[in-house]
C-alpha cells in the first residue's frame, strides 16, 4: 500500500502542471496541423479535407509569401541591436562614471509596454513630431512622411524595435561579462594587453553561449513580429508580419485552415533555426536532467 | 590630449548619445501629455514646452474616460493569480522531477523541453478554438490559464534552485515523519525564496505589459486590461496626442517605479531567465 502510494506521489505533484502542458501547448499543435489540411472557417460543423491545398497556396500566392521579407527588415535590425548592446555591455563593465544610471537608461525601454512605445513612437514620427522636431533643430527641413512608404515605414519599425529590445541583449551580455573571473583581465593587463585585446580573447569567449542564445531569440523573433507594427500602422503601407497576416487570416476572415497552415511553416522554421544553432553551438547547459 | 583620453571621452560621448536616444522620445511625450489641446494643435512642435507643468487635465481624462481605473483592476487581479500559478506549478514540478525517481520521468522532461522551443505565437490560432471550447473565452480566465500553463522558464530557475537545497534535509524531515508534501511546502519552498522572487519579477512584467493574449481572447471592453485599454485611445482619442500622451505615461510609471525599487532583482531575474 505505501509503495502504490509512493509511486503515485510524484504524479500528483505533475497532474495539474502536466495537464496545462498538454491542453495549451501540445494539443493546439496537434489540432492546429489537423486543421491545415482542411478548409475550415473556424465556425461551420463540419471540415472538408483538402491535403496540402493550403500550403501550395500559401507557397504560390506572393501576396502571402510576401510578408516573409519584412522579417529582412527586422533581422537586419537585430544585428545593429547586437552590436549596439555588446559595445555598451563591454564599456560598462569597465570602470565608467554613473555606471549604474547608464545601465538603467539603457535597459529600460525593454521593460516598457509595447503599447506605450508604440504610441510613443507614433508620436515620434508623426508629421511634425519628435523626429521632424529634432531634425529642424539640427538645422534638417524634412517634409518626409517617415510611414508613409513601405521602406521608409518598414525601417522606422525596425528601429524601434531596436530601441525596444537591445536592453535585453544588453543586460544579457552584461551578465555574462560579469560572470569572467576578473583576476583573467589583471593577467591581461599585465601581459600588456589592451582593450580590444581583452575583448578578443576573454569577453568574446566568455560570452559566446549568451551570443548565440541572442542570435537565436532574434530570428525567431524578427520571424513572430507582431506588436509594434499591429499597434503603430496595423499592417498598412507594406508593414504586415507573418503573425499579423495570420491572425487576420484566422480571426478577420474566418480562413482557419490556411492561417492554420501558416502557422505550422512558421514554427517548422523557428525549430529548424533552433536546431541548426543548437548544432552549431553545443549548449551543455541545457539538458533538463 | 594623450590616446587614452581622446579613447574616454568617445566613451561618455557614446553613452550620452544612446542616453538621449533613449530618453528624448519618452521625454516628449510627458510634455506632451501635459500641454493643452491648444498647444498640442497649434503646431508649436513636439520639443516646446508647456505651459503650465502642473497640467494634469490629460491624466484625469485618460484616467477616466480611457477607464484605467478597471484597467488597472483587471490587469491586477490576471497578474496576481497567474503568478502566484505559476510559481505553485513551477516548484511542484520542480520539486517532482528532482525529488522522485518514477517512470516515465524521461518522456515526461521531454514535454517540458520541447514544449519551450513552441512560440506561443504560431499556437494561436489552435489554441483560440480549445480556449473557447472550455468556455474561457472573453473571461479573465482566459489570459490566466494560458500564462500559467506555458512558462517553461519558470520551470527551468525552480529547478536549478531545488537542485541546489541538499537532499539530506528531505531525509531528516522524512525520518521525523513527514510526508512528501509537508517537505514540499515547509522546506522545500520557503528555501526557494530567490527563486520566486526572480519569477514573480520576470513573470510580472511579461503579463503586466503582454498585449496579444489579452488582444485576442479579452475584447468586451469592461475586461480591458493596461494593454488593450490604452489601445483603445487609438478610436476615441484619434489625434488628440495629449490625451494618448497621457494614457501612454500613466502605463508607463508604474514600471518606472517598480524598476527604480527593484532594479538589481531585475537585472539578476532576466539573466537568470534568459539563459536560464
Known amino acids: 500500500m505505501t509503495r502504490v502510494w509512493r509511486g503515485l506521489t510524484p504524479w500528483l505533484f505533475l497532474l495539474v502542471p502536466l495537464a496545462f502542458l498538454i491542453t495549451f501547448t501540445y494539443a493546439p499543435i496537434v489540432n492546429m496541423l489537423a486543421y491545415s489540411f482542411t478548409d475550415w472557417d473556424g465556425l ?8 496540402i491545398g493550403n500550403y501550395t497556396e500559401l507557397f ?35 570602470d565608467v562614471r ?10 529600460f525601454p525593454y521593460l516598457i509596454n509595447g503599447v506605450a512605445i508604440g504610441f510613443v513612437f507614433l508620436y515620434f514620427f508623426q508629421d511634425g513630431g519628435t523626429l521632424d522636431s529634432v531634425l529642424a533643430l539640427l538645422g534638417v527641413h524634412s517634409d518626409h512622411a517617415w510611414l508613409g512608404t513601405p521602406v521608409s515605414a518598414n525601417v522606422s519599425l525596425a528601429g524601434v524595435s531596436v530601441w525596444r529590445y537591445t536592453g535585453l541583449n544588453f543586460v544579457l551580455f552584461l551578465g555574462a561579462i560579469q560572470s569572467i573571473p576578473g583576476e583573467l583581465y589583471e593577467a591581461a593587463e599585465l601581459d600588456g594587453a589592451g582593450r580590444w585585446h581583452q575583448f578578443r580573447h576573454i569577453i568574446a569567449p566568455g560570452i559566446r553561449p549568451v551570443l548565440s542564445l541572442s542570435v537565436i531569440l532574434s530570428v525567431s523573433g524578427s520571424l513572430s513580429v507582431f506588436e509594434i507594427p499591429y499597434i503603430m500602422t496595423g499592417g498598412a503601407t507594406g508593414t504586415e508580419t507573418f503573425v499579423i497576416q495570420t491572425v487576420k487570416l484566422a480571426f478577420q476572415f474566418n480562413k482557419t485552415g490556411l492561417a492554420s497552415a501558416a502557422a505550422v511553416v512558421l514554427l517548422l522554421i523557428i ?10 553551438v553545443p549548449d551543455d547547459k541545457v539538458d533538463l536532467v | 590630449m594623450t590616446r587614452r583620453a581622446v579613447a574616454r571621452t568617445l566613451v561618455y560621448l557614446s553613452l550620452i548619445a544612446a542616453s538621449v536616444v533613449v530618453l528624448l522620445p519618452l521625454v ?5 501629455s501635459l500641454k493643452t ?6 503646431d508649436t512642435g513636439a520639443l516646446s514646452l508647456p505651459h503650465d507643468l502642473l497640467n494634469f487635465r490629460n491624466y484625469v481624462t485618460a484616467f477616466h474616460d480611457g477607464r484605467m481605473l478597471s484597467a488597472f483592476g483587471n490587469t491586477a487581479f490576471i497578474l496576481v493569480v497567474s503568478v502566484g500559478g505559476t510559481v505553485l506549478i513551477g516548484s511542484m514540478t520542480a520539486y517532482a522531477i528532482d525529488r522522485f525517481t518514477f517512470r516515465l520521468k524521461k518522456p515526461v522532461v521531454a514535454l517540458f523541453l520541447i514544449a519551450a522551443l513552441v512560440p506561443g505565437v504560431t499556437t494561436q490560432v489552435a489554441t483560440f478554438r480549445i480556449v473557447t471550447s472550455f468556455g474561457l473565452f472573453d473571461t479573465r480566465w482566459a489570459p490566466i490559464a494560458l500564462y500559467m500553463g506555458t512558462d517553461i522558464v519558470s520551470i527551468y530557475i525552480f529547478l536549478q534552485f531545488v537542485r541546489s537545497i541538499p537532499v539530506s534535509l528531505d531525509e531528516s524531515a522524512r525520518l521525523d515523519g513527514a510526508n512528501a508534501f509537508t517537505i514540499y511546502w515547509r522546506i522545500i519552498f520557503p528555501l526557494l525564496k530567490p527563486a520566486i522572487a526572480t519569477v514573480v519579477i520576470v513573470k510580472g512584467i511579461a503579463v503586466y505589459n503582454d498585449f496579444y493574449i489579452p488582444f485576442l481572447y479579452m475584447p468586451n471592453q469592461d475586461l480591458g486590461v493596461i494593454s488593450t485599454s490604452l489601445f483603445r485611445f487609438k478610436g476615441p482619442f484619434g489625434a488628440h496626442w495629449e490625451t494618448i500622451s497621457a494614457g501612454a505615461i500613466l502605463v508607463i510609471l508604474p514600471t518606472l517605479v517598480v524598476f527604480l525599487c527593484l532594479q538589481r532583482y531585475i537585472y539578476n531575474g532576466f539573466t537568470r531567465g534568459a539563459t536560464r
Open chain 1, 44 to 51: 461551420s460543423p463540419e471540415l472538408r479535407y483538402t491535403g
Open chain 2, 28 to 32: 516628449v511625450v510627458l510634455l506632451t
Open chain 1, 271 to 280: 525549430l529548424l533555426v533552433t536546431w541548426i544553432q543548437r548544432r552549431l
Open chain 1, 60 to 94: 504560390t500566392r506572393p501576396d502571402l509569401f510576401e510578408v516573409f521579407w519584412v522579417s529582412g527588415y527586422y533581422l537586419a535590425a537585430s544585428v545593429v541591436q547586437i552590436a549596439v548592446a555588446l559595445y555598451f555591455a563591454t564599456i560598462l563593465s569597465f
Open chain 1, 98 to 107: 554613473f555606471r549604474n544610471l547608464f545601465k538603467g537608461v539603457l535597459f
Open chain 2, 37 to 42: 489641446e491648444q498647444e498640442t494643435s497649434n
